[in-house]
């Protein structure tokens, strides 16, 4: 039947993105917010905002599990934001019950790609040095740990409200157009309207 007149001015709740370091969340994730028009926040930037520190620096002060509680605290605060894609950090999913936190305020999108192009986007020089927990690996060593790492964590990315492959978006415009599938994808599922 018809929607009531007021139900388009619903505001739609929040799309997580989740997956590994360099599987797209933040790349996609500003398109994915700018097709829909939505607002778009990275919760490791919303954290550094807030904190007036980089996430390096919180996890020095604070240690890992005091950074995961600042992370846990401002993902139940983004949570309640209407109308918003959140790019999660690649351990976010992966600590205390923030799957279910997630899962119990949005739809939860799992960013797949293969250990390849993971290792083809995290070899690359500009990416190594942002990331402390892969700066000083070897070409041998960063391999491993991708494989390693993604399959401790798979139990988490799993348990996302559907998976999406993002292997096309080395370059601006399949960015745009992987974006219009996954739209494409959440109107099929009826997660987003017409």
């Given at each position: 039947g018809h929607l009531p007149f007021f139900a388009k001015f619903a505001r739609m709740k929040p799309i997580f993105?989740?997956?590994?370091?360099?599987?797209?969340?933040s790349t996609l994730g500003k398109i994915l917010a700018r097709q829909l028009n939505y607002d778009f926040i990275d919760i490791d930037?919303?954290?550094?905002?807030?904190?007036?520190?980089?996430?390096?620096?919180?996890?020095?002060?604070?240690?890992?599990a005091g950074f995961r509680n600042i992370e846990r605290r401002l993902l139940e605060e983004v949570s309640d934001i209407g109308d918003v894609v959140i790019a999660c950090?690649?351990?976010?999913?992966?600590?205390?019950?923030n799957m279910q936190i997630i899962n119990s305020?949005?739809?939860s999108i799992y960013l797949q790609v293969p250990v390849e192009r993971?290792?083809?986007?995290?070899?690359?020089?500009?990416?190594?040095?942002?990331r402390p927990v892969i700066a000083g690996k070897t070409d041998e060593e960063l391999m491993q740990f991708?494989?390693?790492?993604?399959?401790?964590?798979?139990?988490?990315?799993?348990?996302a409200?559907?998976?999406?492959?993002?292997?096309?978006?080395?370059?601006?415009?399949?960015?745009e157009e992987t974006a219009?599938?996954?739209?494409?994808?959440?109107?099929k599922k009826g997660i987003i309207g017409e």
């Amino acid at each position: 039947g018809h929607l009531p007149f007021f139900a388009k001015f619903a505001r739609m709740k929040p799309i997580f993105l989740i997956g590994y370091m360099g599987s797209g969340k933040s790349t996609l994730g500003k398109i994915l917010a700018r097709q829909l028009n939505y607002d778009f926040i990275d919760i490791d930037k919303y954290i550094e905002a807030r904190y007036r520190k980089t996430i390096r620096d919180l996890f020095a002060t604070y240690g890992e599990a005091g950074f995961r509680n600042i992370e846990r605290r401002l993902l139940e605060e983004v949570s309640d934001i209407g109308d918003v894609v959140i790019a999660c950090g690649g351990g976010t999913p992966c600590f205390g019950n923030n799957m279910q936190i997630i899962n119990s305020k949005g739809t939860s999108i799992y960013l797949q790609v293969p250990v390849e192009r993971l290792y083809a986007r995290l070899s690359r020089p500009h990416s190594k040095a942002k990331r402390p927990v892969i700066a000083g690996k070897t070409d041998e060593e960063l391999m491993q740990f991708i494989t390693d790492n993604l399959a401790a964590r798979n139990k988490y990315y799993s348990q996302a409200s559907f998976s999406f492959d993002t292997t096309n978006i080395e370059t601006a415009a399949e960015t745009e157009e992987t974006a219009a599938i996954l739209i494409e994808e959440l109107r099929k599922k009826g997660i987003i309207g017409e």
